[in-house]
């Protein structure tokens, strides 16, 4: 039969108190791990969004080269300045 030796009650209380901080880390890694789900979720809303702008400002450009040819607009006046 297998020899039974009782833990002190420190050694049992800081056995204990490493065990419970164990559990809240490994919930408050699952809570960062949600959060950053969500946050690349986002992110990757963004991109799209910001992919679908640059195309949608690809096609008015083209269109405004077309009508005016090569040039600048100042966008605080509305002017456009050609191209040399």
Known sequence: MSEVIKL???TLSQLKSYQQSSNEL???LGQ???QKAIIEGQRSEV???LADLQEEQDK?????QK???EGNINLET????KSK
């Open 67 to 69: 009508e005016y040819g």
């Open 78 to 81: 509305g002017e456009f300045t």
């Open 8 to 10: 002190s009650e420190e």
């Open 47 to 49: 991109l799209t969004q």
């Open 32 to 34: 960062v791990d949600f």
């Open 60 to 64: 008015v450009g083209k269109k405004l």
């Open 26 to 28: 490994v919930f408050a």
